[in-house]
Protein backbone atom coordinates (compact mmCIF):
# COMPACT_ATOMS: atom_id res chain seq x y z
CA UNK A 1 0.00 0.00 0.00
CA UNK A 2 2.87 2.72 1.06
CA UNK A 3 4.17 1.21 -2.84
CA UNK A 4 0.93 2.62 -4.52
CA UNK A 5 1.27 5.93 -1.97
CA UNK A 6 4.46 6.55 -3.54
CA UNK A 7 4.04 5.71 -7.06
CA UNK A 8 0.81 7.91 -7.25
CA UNK A 9 2.77 10.43 -5.53
CA UNK A 10 5.78 10.84 -8.40
CA UNK A 11 2.83 10.77 -11.08
CA UNK A 12 0.82 13.59 -10.02
CA UNK A 13 4.22 15.50 -8.97
CA UNK A 14 4.95 14.47 -13.39
CA UNK A 15 1.34 15.51 -14.14
CA UNK A 16 1.67 18.90 -12.26
CA UNK A 17 4.94 19.48 -13.72
CA UNK A 18 4.06 18.94 -17.49
CA UNK A 19 0.79 20.71 -16.79
CA UNK A 20 2.73 23.90 -15.53
CA UNK A 21 5.59 23.61 -17.85
CA UNK A 22 3.07 23.05 -20.96
CA UNK A 23 1.03 26.48 -19.74
CA UNK A 24 3.88 28.46 -19.20
CA UNK A 25 4.92 27.69 -22.95
CA UNK A 26 1.63 28.13 -24.10
CA UNK A 27 1.27 31.45 -22.27
CA UNK A 28 4.99 32.39 -24.52
CA UNK A 29 3.00 31.15 -27.50
CA UNK A 30 0.36 34.02 -26.58
CA UNK A 31 2.84 37.08 -27.02
CA UNK A 32 2.16 38.65 -30.35
CA UNK A 33 4.98 38.21 -33.02
CA UNK A 34 4.92 42.23 -33.88
CA UNK A 35 5.96 42.80 -29.92
CA UNK A 36 9.23 41.06 -30.25
CA UNK A 37 9.57 41.58 -34.14
CA UNK A 38 12.07 44.36 -33.99
CA UNK A 39 14.70 42.64 -31.48
CA UNK A 40 14.05 39.28 -33.85
CA UNK A 41 15.27 41.31 -36.73
CA UNK A 42 18.47 42.44 -35.11
CA UNK A 43 19.28 39.05 -33.39
CA UNK A 44 18.50 37.67 -37.04
CA UNK A 45 21.13 40.53 -38.63
CA UNK A 46 23.61 39.80 -35.51
CA UNK A 47 23.72 35.81 -36.46
CA UNK A 48 24.44 36.30 -39.96
CA UNK A 49 27.14 38.48 -39.80
CA UNK A 50 28.80 35.51 -38.34
CA UNK A 51 29.68 31.95 -39.33
CA UNK A 52 26.95 29.22 -38.61
CA UNK A 53 29.48 27.32 -36.66
CA UNK A 54 32.22 29.89 -36.36
CA UNK A 55 34.95 28.74 -34.05
CA UNK A 56 35.98 31.82 -30.82
CA UNK A 57 39.66 30.55 -31.51
CA UNK A 58 41.02 29.47 -34.72
CA UNK A 59 41.46 25.16 -34.82
CA UNK A 60 39.51 25.01 -31.76
CA UNK A 61 37.25 22.72 -32.28
CA UNK A 62 35.74 22.93 -28.41
CA UNK A 63 35.13 26.68 -29.33
CA UNK A 64 32.93 26.32 -32.02
CA UNK A 65 29.55 28.42 -31.53
CA UNK A 66 26.66 26.84 -33.09
CA UNK A 67 24.71 29.30 -34.44
CA UNK A 68 22.62 27.25 -36.66
CA UNK A 69 20.32 25.81 -33.92
CA UNK A 70 20.04 29.29 -32.28
CA UNK A 71 18.66 30.65 -35.96
CA UNK A 72 16.15 27.65 -35.30
CA UNK A 73 15.41 28.32 -32.08
CA UNK A 74 14.40 31.64 -32.69
CA UNK A 75 12.73 31.11 -35.72
CA UNK A 76 10.30 28.99 -33.91
CA UNK A 77 9.03 31.28 -31.62
CA UNK A 78 8.80 34.23 -33.95
CA UNK A 79 6.74 31.75 -36.33
CA UNK A 80 4.03 30.95 -33.27
CA UNK A 81 0.80 32.07 -33.62
CA UNK A 82 -0.06 34.26 -30.53
CA UNK A 83 -4.13 33.16 -32.22
CA UNK A 84 -3.60 29.41 -31.81
CA UNK A 85 -1.03 28.99 -29.01
CA UNK A 86 -1.30 24.96 -28.35
CA UNK A 87 -1.40 24.64 -32.02
CA UNK A 88 2.12 26.41 -32.23
CA UNK A 89 3.51 24.93 -29.61
CA UNK A 90 2.91 21.44 -31.08
CA UNK A 91 3.66 21.72 -34.65
CA UNK A 92 6.94 24.26 -33.72
CA UNK A 93 6.91 25.29 -37.21
CA UNK A 94 9.82 28.07 -38.67
CA UNK A 95 10.52 29.02 -42.53
CA UNK A 96 13.15 26.51 -43.87
CA UNK A 97 14.67 26.92 -47.38
CA UNK A 98 17.20 24.14 -48.33
CA UNK A 99 19.49 26.35 -50.64
CA UNK A 100 19.88 29.23 -47.69
CA UNK A 101 21.81 28.68 -44.17
CA UNK A 102 19.14 28.82 -40.98
CA UNK A 103 20.37 32.50 -40.18
CA UNK A 104 19.15 33.58 -43.38
CA UNK A 105 16.17 32.02 -43.69
CA UNK A 106 15.53 33.61 -40.25
CA UNK A 107 16.07 37.06 -41.42
CA UNK A 108 14.54 36.27 -44.74
CA UNK A 109 11.30 35.25 -42.48
CA UNK A 110 11.68 38.61 -40.18
CA UNK A 111 11.84 41.02 -43.61
CA UNK A 112 9.63 39.42 -46.17
CA UNK A 113 7.09 37.96 -43.25
CA UNK A 114 7.31 34.47 -44.63
CA UNK A 115 5.05 31.78 -43.30
CA UNK A 116 6.71 29.13 -41.62
CA UNK A 117 6.60 25.72 -43.48
CA UNK A 118 8.81 23.78 -41.53
CA UNK A 119 8.34 21.55 -38.13
CA UNK A 120 10.22 20.60 -35.60
CA UNK A 121 8.05 18.64 -33.09
CA UNK A 122 10.30 15.86 -31.56
CA UNK A 123 11.23 18.63 -28.98
CA UNK A 124 9.55 20.46 -26.81
CA UNK A 125 11.64 23.81 -27.15
CA UNK A 126 10.93 24.58 -23.58
CA UNK A 127 13.59 27.29 -23.82
CA UNK A 128 10.91 29.74 -25.65
CA UNK A 129 9.11 29.94 -22.66
CA UNK A 130 12.13 32.42 -21.33
CA UNK A 131 13.72 33.56 -24.92
CA UNK A 132 9.78 34.93 -26.00
CA UNK A 133 9.27 37.13 -23.01
CA UNK A 134 13.33 38.12 -23.18
CA UNK A 135 12.95 39.27 -26.48
CA UNK A 136 10.46 41.68 -25.85
CA UNK A 137 13.12 43.83 -24.20
CA UNK A 138 16.15 42.65 -25.61
CA UNK A 139 18.27 40.86 -28.93
CA UNK A 140 20.09 37.68 -29.15
CA UNK A 141 23.60 39.15 -28.61
CA UNK A 142 21.85 40.82 -25.11
CA UNK A 143 20.44 37.67 -24.08
CA UNK A 144 23.91 36.13 -24.62
CA UNK A 145 25.69 38.74 -22.01
CA UNK A 146 22.80 37.80 -19.65
CA UNK A 147 22.50 34.18 -19.52
CA UNK A 148 26.79 34.38 -18.93
CA UNK A 149 25.85 36.85 -16.24
CA UNK A 150 23.21 34.67 -14.47
CA UNK A 151 25.97 31.79 -15.14
CA UNK A 152 28.76 32.94 -13.61
CA UNK A 153 26.49 34.39 -10.82
CA UNK A 154 25.18 30.87 -10.05
CA UNK A 155 28.75 29.18 -10.65
CA UNK A 156 29.96 31.37 -7.82
CA UNK A 157 27.54 30.62 -5.75
CA UNK A 158 27.23 26.58 -6.20
CA UNK A 159 31.67 26.78 -5.12
CA UNK A 160 30.72 29.36 -2.35
CA UNK A 161 28.26 27.02 -0.56
CA UNK A 162 30.86 23.84 -1.24
CA UNK A 163 33.56 26.00 0.14
CA UNK A 164 31.39 27.42 3.49
CA UNK A 165 30.98 23.90 4.05
CA UNK A 166 33.79 22.46 3.74
CA UNK A 167 33.48 20.23 0.61
CA UNK A 168 36.86 21.34 -0.81
CA UNK A 169 37.11 18.01 -2.82
CA UNK A 170 33.50 18.74 -4.72
CA UNK A 171 34.58 22.39 -5.24
CA UNK A 172 37.88 21.66 -6.82
CA UNK A 173 36.35 19.18 -8.77
CA UNK A 174 33.51 21.77 -10.11
CA UNK A 175 35.65 24.46 -11.06
CA UNK A 176 38.24 21.53 -12.97
CA UNK A 177 35.41 20.23 -14.51
CA UNK A 178 33.91 24.20 -15.62
CA UNK A 179 38.03 24.52 -17.26
CA UNK A 180 38.11 20.99 -18.51
CA UNK A 181 34.68 22.09 -20.07
CA UNK A 182 35.63 25.70 -21.73
CA UNK A 183 32.65 26.62 -19.94
CA UNK A 184 33.19 29.88 -20.82
CA UNK A 185 32.05 29.48 -24.31
CA UNK A 186 28.60 28.48 -23.11
CA UNK A 187 26.74 31.61 -23.07
CA UNK A 188 27.86 32.43 -27.02
CA UNK A 189 24.86 30.01 -27.73
CA UNK A 190 21.36 29.51 -26.32
CA UNK A 191 21.58 25.48 -27.02
CA UNK A 192 24.70 24.82 -25.30
CA UNK A 193 23.37 27.24 -21.84
CA UNK A 194 20.39 25.27 -20.66
CA UNK A 195 21.52 22.57 -19.43
CA UNK A 196 24.31 24.28 -17.46
CA UNK A 197 22.27 26.35 -16.26
CA UNK A 198 19.63 23.73 -15.24
CA UNK A 199 22.56 21.77 -13.32
CA UNK A 200 23.82 24.53 -12.10
CA UNK A 201 20.43 25.09 -9.81
CA UNK A 202 19.90 21.63 -9.13
CA UNK A 203 23.35 21.55 -7.48
CA UNK A 204 22.72 24.46 -5.94
CA UNK A 205 19.61 23.21 -4.24
CA UNK A 206 20.74 19.30 -4.39
CA UNK A 207 23.58 20.11 -1.97
CA UNK A 208 21.86 22.78 0.59
CA UNK A 209 19.35 19.76 1.10
CA UNK A 210 21.93 16.91 1.37
CA UNK A 211 23.65 19.77 4.09
CA UNK A 212 20.76 19.91 5.78
CA UNK A 213 19.99 16.09 5.98
CA UNK A 214 16.61 16.51 3.26
CA UNK A 215 16.58 12.90 1.83
CA UNK A 216 12.78 13.19 1.54
CA UNK A 217 12.69 15.48 -0.98
CA UNK A 218 15.56 13.31 -3.52
CA UNK A 219 13.28 11.25 -5.52
CA UNK A 220 10.97 14.38 -6.37
CA UNK A 221 14.04 16.10 -6.72
CA UNK A 222 15.58 14.16 -9.61
CA UNK A 223 12.09 13.28 -11.54
CA UNK A 224 11.44 17.24 -11.70
CA UNK A 225 14.93 17.59 -13.09
CA UNK A 226 14.83 15.13 -15.63
CA UNK A 227 11.57 16.60 -16.47
CA UNK A 228 12.84 20.41 -17.03
CA UNK A 229 16.18 18.42 -18.88
CA UNK A 230 13.55 17.15 -21.38
CA UNK A 231 11.70 20.13 -21.64
CA UNK A 232 14.67 22.67 -21.67
CA UNK A 233 17.57 21.09 -23.52
CA UNK A 234 18.30 20.40 -27.24
CA UNK A 235 19.92 17.00 -26.92
CA UNK A 236 22.98 18.42 -26.00
CA UNK A 237 24.57 17.28 -22.54
CA UNK A 238 21.59 16.55 -20.83
CA UNK A 239 23.56 13.76 -18.46
CA UNK A 240 25.14 16.72 -16.54
CA UNK A 241 21.52 17.54 -14.96
CA UNK A 242 21.79 14.18 -13.27
CA UNK A 243 25.24 13.31 -12.92
CA UNK A 244 26.90 16.43 -11.41
CA UNK A 245 23.80 17.51 -8.86
CA UNK A 246 23.70 13.61 -7.87
CA UNK A 247 27.57 13.39 -7.29
CA UNK A 248 27.83 16.31 -5.37
CA UNK A 249 24.65 14.71 -3.06
CA UNK A 250 26.57 11.16 -2.72
CA UNK A 251 29.50 13.01 -1.55
CA UNK A 252 27.65 14.95 1.54
CA UNK A 253 25.77 11.51 2.37
CA UNK A 254 28.90 9.38 2.50
CA UNK A 255 30.15 11.81 4.99
CA UNK A 256 26.65 12.26 6.72
CA UNK A 257 26.04 8.62 6.68
CA UNK A 258 29.49 6.60 7.55
CA UNK A 259 28.31 3.39 9.17
CA UNK A 260 25.74 2.46 6.06
CA UNK A 261 26.26 -1.18 4.33
CA UNK A 262 28.37 -0.49 0.86
CA UNK A 263 25.26 -1.33 -1.00
CA UNK A 264 22.84 1.42 0.38
CA UNK A 265 24.21 4.43 -1.88
CA UNK A 266 24.24 1.81 -4.66
CA UNK A 267 20.66 1.70 -4.27
CA UNK A 268 20.58 4.95 -3.73
CA UNK A 269 22.07 6.31 -6.71
CA UNK A 270 20.71 3.98 -8.88
CA UNK A 271 17.15 5.23 -7.95
CA UNK A 272 17.89 9.04 -8.48
CA UNK A 273 18.87 8.08 -12.01
CA UNK A 274 16.03 5.67 -12.61
CA UNK A 275 13.76 8.47 -11.60
CA UNK A 276 15.37 11.15 -13.81
CA UNK A 277 15.38 8.98 -16.60
CA UNK A 278 11.19 8.20 -15.75
CA UNK A 279 11.13 11.93 -15.98
CA UNK A 280 13.26 12.71 -18.68
CA UNK A 281 11.81 9.89 -21.23
CA UNK A 282 8.59 10.45 -20.13
CA UNK A 283 8.44 14.19 -20.64
CA UNK A 284 9.44 13.41 -24.29
CA UNK A 285 6.61 10.90 -24.57
CA UNK A 286 4.15 13.30 -23.44
CA UNK A 287 5.74 15.72 -26.22
CA UNK A 288 5.03 13.28 -28.71
CA UNK A 289 1.62 12.01 -27.13
CA UNK A 290 0.44 15.52 -27.13
CA UNK A 291 1.38 16.46 -30.17
CA UNK A 292 -0.45 13.55 -31.63
CA UNK A 293 -3.62 14.27 -29.62
CA UNK A 294 -3.56 18.25 -30.91
CA UNK A 295 -2.62 18.00 -34.42
CA UNK A 296 -4.78 14.75 -34.70
CA UNK A 297 -1.78 13.04 -37.13
CA UNK A 298 0.35 9.89 -36.39
CA UNK A 299 3.87 11.52 -35.36
CA UNK A 300 5.81 8.75 -35.02
CA UNK A 301 7.24 8.06 -38.58
CA UNK A 302 9.10 11.65 -38.43
CA UNK A 303 9.80 11.00 -34.73
CA UNK A 304 11.42 7.80 -35.35
CA UNK A 305 13.44 8.43 -38.19
CA UNK A 306 15.32 11.43 -36.53
CA UNK A 307 15.73 8.81 -33.08
CA UNK A 308 17.22 6.67 -36.05
CA UNK A 309 19.76 9.08 -37.34
CA UNK A 310 20.85 9.75 -34.12
CA UNK A 311 21.81 6.31 -32.73
CA UNK A 312 23.29 5.21 -36.28
CA UNK A 313 23.46 6.95 -39.80
CA UNK A 314 26.11 6.57 -42.41
CA UNK A 315 29.21 8.99 -42.80
CA UNK A 316 31.14 6.59 -45.17
CA UNK A 317 32.84 4.90 -42.13
CA UNK A 318 33.09 1.38 -40.36
CA UNK A 319 30.99 0.77 -37.20
CA UNK A 320 34.00 0.52 -35.06
CA UNK A 321 35.53 3.96 -36.04
CA UNK A 322 32.33 6.03 -35.91
CA UNK A 323 32.03 4.34 -32.10
CA UNK A 324 35.46 5.10 -30.95
CA UNK A 325 35.95 7.90 -32.96
CA UNK A 326 32.53 9.21 -31.04
CA UNK A 327 34.52 8.60 -27.73
CA UNK A 328 37.57 10.03 -28.83
CA UNK A 329 36.78 13.26 -30.85
CA UNK A 330 34.95 14.11 -26.80
CA UNK A 331 38.13 12.95 -25.73
CA UNK A 332 40.29 15.26 -28.01
CA UNK A 333 37.62 18.23 -27.51
CA UNK A 334 38.92 18.89 -23.23
CA UNK A 335 40.68 22.07 -22.26
CA UNK A 336 43.97 21.84 -23.22
CA UNK A 337 43.91 18.90 -25.62
CA UNK A 338 43.67 21.34 -28.54
CA UNK A 339 45.91 23.76 -27.79
CA UNK A 340 48.82 22.70 -29.68
CA UNK A 341 51.77 20.65 -28.22
CA UNK A 342 52.00 22.84 -25.23
CA UNK A 343 48.44 22.09 -24.20
CA UNK A 344 48.87 18.03 -24.66
CA UNK A 345 51.51 18.35 -22.57
CA UNK A 346 50.15 20.11 -19.72
CA UNK A 347 47.63 17.62 -19.90
CA UNK A 348 49.92 14.72 -20.01
CA UNK A 349 51.43 16.90 -17.08
CA UNK A 350 48.18 17.03 -14.99
CA UNK A 351 47.44 13.07 -15.40
CA UNK A 352 50.91 11.82 -14.06
CA UNK A 353 50.19 14.33 -10.87
CA UNK A 354 46.97 13.09 -10.12
CA UNK A 355 48.36 9.56 -10.53
CA UNK A 356 51.24 10.11 -8.54
CA UNK A 357 49.62 11.92 -5.75
CA UNK A 358 47.11 8.73 -6.06
CA UNK A 359 49.79 6.25 -5.94
CA UNK A 360 52.39 8.02 -3.41
CA UNK A 361 49.67 9.35 -1.00
CA UNK A 362 47.94 6.33 -1.01
CA UNK A 363 45.58 6.14 2.21
CA UNK A 364 45.98 2.52 3.74
CA UNK A 365 42.38 2.26 3.47
CA UNK A 366 41.06 3.17 0.48
CA UNK A 367 36.65 2.72 0.66
CA UNK A 368 36.85 0.72 -3.11
CA UNK A 369 32.84 0.77 -2.81
CA UNK A 370 33.26 4.54 -2.88
CA UNK A 371 35.35 4.21 -5.57
CA UNK A 372 33.68 2.29 -7.85
CA UNK A 373 30.50 4.30 -7.00
CA UNK A 374 32.34 7.25 -8.60
CA UNK A 375 33.53 5.77 -11.33
CA UNK A 376 30.56 4.04 -12.65
CA UNK A 377 29.30 7.81 -12.83
CA UNK A 378 32.35 8.80 -14.33
CA UNK A 379 31.76 6.44 -17.44
CA UNK A 380 28.12 7.32 -17.99
CA UNK A 381 28.94 10.48 -20.81
CA UNK A 382 31.16 7.42 -22.51
CA UNK A 383 28.29 5.22 -22.43
CA UNK A 384 25.99 8.00 -23.67
CA UNK A 385 28.77 9.02 -26.89
CA UNK A 386 28.74 4.93 -27.68
CA UNK A 387 24.62 4.65 -27.76
CA UNK A 388 24.34 8.01 -29.58
CA UNK A 389 27.57 7.76 -31.67
CA UNK A 390 25.65 9.49 -34.72
CA UNK A 391 25.43 12.70 -33.13
CA UNK A 392 27.85 12.47 -30.53
CA UNK A 393 30.50 12.25 -33.36
CA UNK A 394 29.48 14.86 -35.39
CA UNK A 395 28.48 17.69 -32.33
CA UNK A 396 31.70 16.32 -30.45
CA UNK A 397 32.13 20.11 -30.06
CA UNK A 398 29.50 20.62 -27.61
CA UNK A 399 28.47 16.63 -26.53
CA UNK A 400 31.85 16.95 -25.38
CA UNK A 401 31.32 18.98 -21.91
CA UNK A 402 29.58 15.86 -20.60
CA UNK A 403 32.41 15.08 -19.04
CA UNK A 404 32.73 17.57 -16.48
CA UNK A 405 31.13 15.14 -14.48
CA UNK A 406 34.26 13.01 -15.53
CA UNK A 407 36.59 15.33 -14.00
CA UNK A 408 34.66 15.81 -11.01
CA UNK A 409 34.83 11.93 -10.35
CA UNK A 410 38.49 12.03 -11.03
CA UNK A 411 38.94 14.16 -8.72
CA UNK A 412 36.76 12.69 -5.99
CA UNK A 413 38.35 9.62 -6.40
CA UNK A 414 41.74 11.17 -5.82
CA UNK A 415 40.39 11.99 -2.38
CA UNK A 416 39.55 8.62 -1.44
CA UNK A 417 42.69 7.20 -2.93
CA UNK A 418 45.38 9.90 -1.52
CA UNK A 419 45.92 10.71 1.77
CA UNK A 420 46.03 14.95 0.80
CA UNK A 421 45.59 17.52 3.81
CA UNK A 422 43.58 20.39 1.29
CA UNK A 423 41.06 17.55 0.25
CA UNK A 424 40.22 16.93 4.30
CA UNK A 425 37.06 18.25 5.64
Known amino acids: MQAVKHSLKYILVFLITVMLLTGILVLSAKIPKSAIEDNIHESAVYLCEGELFGMKINGVN ?175 TETLTLLIPLILILWISMRKEENVTRFYFVKKSVKAAGIWICGYVGMWLMKWTMAALVLKENVWPYISEHIGERLGGDIGISPWQYITGAVFRNIKCLFPLEYGVIGILVAIVLLLTVAYFGYVYRKKNIRKNRVLIYAAAGIVPYIRYIILHNHSYLHCFFTYRAQMATILVIVLILEEMAELKYFRK
Open 62 to 236: SSKIDRYADSILLGIAYGYDSEHPIRSVMQSLYYHLDTQNENENLLDAVENDYEPNQQYMRYWHGSIAVVRPLLLFFNIRQIYILNGIIMTSLVICLLTILIKNKAYAPAIGVAAGLIATASWFVPFSLEYTWSYMIMLIMSIIGVQLAFRGRKDYAGIFFMIGGVVTSYMDFLT
